[in-house]
């Protein structure tokens, strides 16, 4: 009896070890899944702001037929935006009679795709406002609330020169929107005036300050860009891309409508 029951515990105390193995298994993934989750010391004030920005549209297009059959067609990935609503606006007309027809069209050189290798926030990416109370005199805690004091221009970038820049912008938007869930704008303004009624308490004998930052994104990775050729024999319709190239870009940016908020208790003047 005495051994069935050291039996039971024994695979008891098993399971119970593989379930706490399972657990923290299930919490490691899931705190990778917040890799960008938005921390505390950061507020959304989009409904504060006296600046309203405009809603950031990602220039993602849905390729029409033709496009699909086309980009389909080609051997290199593309993804470009404005590649896509020029395939989209374009129309081919062709018959099975058409034997022996042939042509080659040049599309022009593009940057055709881009792959992200590297996403990364800086949530103090850049320092755009500080409040400040002086409670060195005071017997009792003073709060300190947000205050934007003037307006700031938050813009981002790419880190390099680079052939046209607008479209990998584009590109490198959308992966980083898809890949942080965050609301991402190359440029995004927060206006005078705009506050929050988070409270922060300036103890006696203390200088207050209260450091409000634009968070951003760094995005990192590689365009590909070609020659694009429309060639048509026939009936038949295709894309055919020439003289392949890499490049390896980074871009920060900014998280529109965020501030993150750092506050600091002194004795003395900072």
Same mark, same amino acid.
């Given at each position: 009896?005495?051994?069935? #029951?050291?039996?039971?515990?024994?695979? #008891?105390? #098993?399971?119970?070890?593989?379930?706490?193995?399972?657990?923290?298994?299930?919490?490691?993934?899931? $705190?990778?899944?917040?890799? &960008?989750?938005?921390?505390?010391?950061?507020?959304?004030?989009?409904?504060?702001?006296?600046?309203?920005?405009?809603?950031?549209?990602?220039?993602?297009?849905?390729?029409?037929?033709?496009? $699909?059959?086309?980009?389909?067609?080609?051997?290199?990935?593309?993804?470009?935006?404005?590649?896509?609503?020029?395939?989209?606006?374009?129309?081919?007309?062709?018959?099975?009679?058409?034997?022996?027809?042939?042509?080659?069209?040049?599309?022009?050189?593009?940057?055709?795709?881009?792959?992200?290798?590297?996403?990364?926030?800086?949530?103090?990416?850049?320092?755009?406002?500080?409040?400040?109370?002086?409670?060195?005199?005071?017997?009792?805690?003073?709060?300190?609330?947000?205050?934007?004091?003037?307006?700031?221009?938050?813009?981002?970038?790419?880190? /390099?020169?680079?052939?046209?820049?607008?479209?990998?912008?584009?590109?490198?938007?959308?992966?980083?929107?898809?890949?942080?869930?965050?609301?991402?704008?190359?440029?995004?303004?927060?206006?005078?005036?705009?506050?929050?009624?988070?409270?922060?308490?300036?103890?006696?004998?203390?200088?207050?300050? #209260? &450091?409000? &930052? /634009?968070?951003?994104?760094?995005?990192?990775?590689?365009?590909?860009?070609?020659?694009?050729?429309?060639?048509?024999?026939?009936?038949?319709?295709?894309?055919? !891309?020439?003289?392949?190239?890499?490049?390896?870009?980074?871009?920060?940016?900014?998280?529109?409508?965020? !501030?993150?908020?750092?506050?600091?208790?002194?004795?003395?003047?900072?």
């Amino acid at each position: 009896m005495k051994n069935k #029951l050291s039996f039971v515990i024994a695979v #008891l105390f #098993l399971l119970s070890s593989i379930s706490t193995i399972t657990y923290a298994d299930g919490k490691q993934d899931n $705190k990778q899944e917040n890799k &960008y989750e938005i921390p505390n010391s950061v507020l959304n004030i989009a409904k504060e702001n006296t600046y309203p920005n405009p809603t950031q549209d990602l220039p993602y297009l849905q390729p029409s037929d033709l496009a $699909k059959e086309l980009i389909d067609s080609s051997e290199v990935k593309i993804e470009n935006p404005d590649l896509i609503r020029i395939l989209n606006e374009s129309s081919i007309s062709t018959t099975p009679l058409a034997i022996g027809y042939r042509a080659t069209i040049y599309l022009g050189q593009w940057p055709l795709s881009y792959e992200s290798t590297e996403t990364g926030t800086n949530w103090e990416y850049k320092k755009i406002n500080t409040n400040f109370v002086d409670n060195r005199g005071g017997k009792a805690p003073v709060q300190i609330k947000y205050n934007q004091e003037a307006q700031k221009h938050i813009k981002g970038g790419l880190t /390099a020169k680079i052939q046209g820049p607008e479209d990998v912008k584009k590109m490198m938007l959308i992966k980083a929107a898809e890949k942080t869930g965050l609301p991402l704008s190359f440029e995004t303004i927060i206006g005078a005036g705009t506050k929050k009624d988070q409270v922060y308490n300036v103890p006696s004998k203390r200088l207050g300050y #209260l &450091y409000g &930052y /634009a968070p951003a994104v760094s995005e990192k990775g590689k365009v590909t860009y070609g020659e694009v050729y429309l060639v048509l024999k026939g009936s038949k319709k295709s894309l055919v !891309v020439k003289n392949v190239t890499h490049q390896g870009i980074g871009a920060w940016i900014p998280v529109q409508d965020h !501030v993150s908020f750092g506050f600091i208790a002194s004795e003395t003047p900072r």
